[in-house]
């Protein structure tokens, strides 16, 4: 990044980055260096190169970026968190802008991961995030503590519209968060946790799901009929079961793995928990007439894409290990990397779609290292 033109890095931030900063409060109480350049720059040293507090705050003071020292630069760094946070959310209101383009038919598929501090005490945080399938952007995200009430995975941790198509793992597979999402008009498609969803049929008794799979006999075979789900209240959601027998090798690995998980838990392996490992079985409420069972569980497999995200977050924005020990730090820190990750998703795209330089020259006026010097460690 020292190489990189200053200039057009700031091109790519979001149009009102410098507003950001003072409605969040992220300026107050500062004694010198207090532009916004100022404090963003020697933050995106320290988070998109992984350089320690103490050498970012070497280089920027030989640079004359800012005169920090490592601790006002941690400081800086936890009251810029909601600052980061606002430019995240902002990057994506841009894009949306830019674009201007709506898709006939768009997934979103959600999804969370975990990231720890470091240490055998170090305390985990949770990344809620939704992408958009098949454009791949990110539309929404939210950190929570990893435990405690109210911060694990269900389709409640996320906005819905309606018209939304949401895809999910086993994870939130959960009546709740299932009727949360039929409230707010958007439409699920769930890969069904026999444990921990109770499913009627339509006589509005209690659905025995595996003698339902008694006519998949054969890999590549689907199955289709409705299922209903009551929320707390006593309300049912109408929706279908779509299933598919997984093939011989497929149902071989999952029969492995569901005994490997158990033997590691010290549990009791039933042998009901061997039978589902042989299907995929979907709680769906995707409209019937435009997308049969097949159509819904080619969606599904489209799941697998977040899990590509979250690799490039923890691989290119070395967003996997958390090296803050204070909660506040912590936050920023995530913000900041999720921030590194977005704008470097937006250049990459700019330099695809706009010049074989990657910028629009209108943005850039003049050029600025990030920073002027280099440090080479001792």
């Not at 009251?79 to 898709?103: I, P, Q, T």
């Not at 204070?326 to 998703?345: C, F, P």
Request: net charge positive; proline share 4%.
């Amino acid at each position: 990044m020292f190489d990189s033109d200053w200039m057009t890095v700031k091109s790519f931030l979001p149009r009102n980055w410098e507003w950001l900063a003072r409605r969040t409060r992220a300026l107050k109480g500062l004694r010198k260096d207090r532009e916004p350049e100022q404090l963003l720059r020697p933050l995106l040293i320290h988070l998109g190169c992984g350089y320690s507090l103490r050498e970012t705050a070497t280089r920027v003071r030989q640079s004359g970026i800012a005169d920090l020292s490592e601790v006002a630069l941690f400081k800086r760094l936890i009251k810029s968190k909601d600052w980061l946070s606002a430019l995240c959310v902002s990057l994506m209101r841009d894009w949306k802008r830019d674009h201007g383009v709506k898709l006939d038919l768009e997934y979103r598929l959600l999804d969370s991961t975990l990231v720890k501090e470091p240490g055998r005490t170090g305390s985990q945080w949770r990344i809620h995030y939704s992408v958009r399938i098949p454009s791949l952007r990110c539309d929404f995200f939210k950190l929570t503590p990893a435990c405690g009430k109210g911060n694990g995975d269900t389709l409640a941790q996320f906005p819905m519209e309606a018209g939304d198509y949401i895809v999910a793992d086993r994870g939130y597979s959960q009546s709740s968060g299932i009727c949360y999402a039929a409230q707010e008009g958007a439409h699920v498609c769930v890969r069904v946790n026999p444990g921990g969803l109770r499913l009627h049929g339509e006589d509005r008794r209690q659905l025995r799901l595996l003698d339902r799979m008694a006519p998949l006999r054969e890999a590549g075979q689907v199955l289709e009929f409705k299922a209903l789900l009551r929320d707390g209240r006593g309300t049912f959601v109408e929706g279908r079961i779509c299933a598919l027998r997984k093939s011989e090798l497929a149902i071989e690995a999952a029969q492995k793995k569901v005994r490997r998980r158990a033997q590691k838990n010290g549990e009791e392996l039933r042998p009901e928990t061997l039978e589902f490992a042989k299907y995929v079985i979907l709680f769906t409420t995707f409209p019937q007439a435009t997308f049969p069972a097949g159509k819904v569980l080619e969606g599904y497999r489209y799941r697998w894409q977040v899990e590509l995200i979250f690799k490039r977050f923890k691989q290119v924005a070395q967003l996997g290990h958390l090296p803050k020990r204070v909660d506040d730090s912590a936050e920023a820190w995530l913000y900041g990397k999720l921030l590194v990750a977005l704008l470097t998703q937006r250049m990459v795209e700019h330099a695809s779609l706009f010049s074989p330089w990657g910028y629009e020259l209108a943005r850039v006026e003049g050029a600025e290292p990030l920073a002027r010097v280099r440090v080479h460690a001792q």
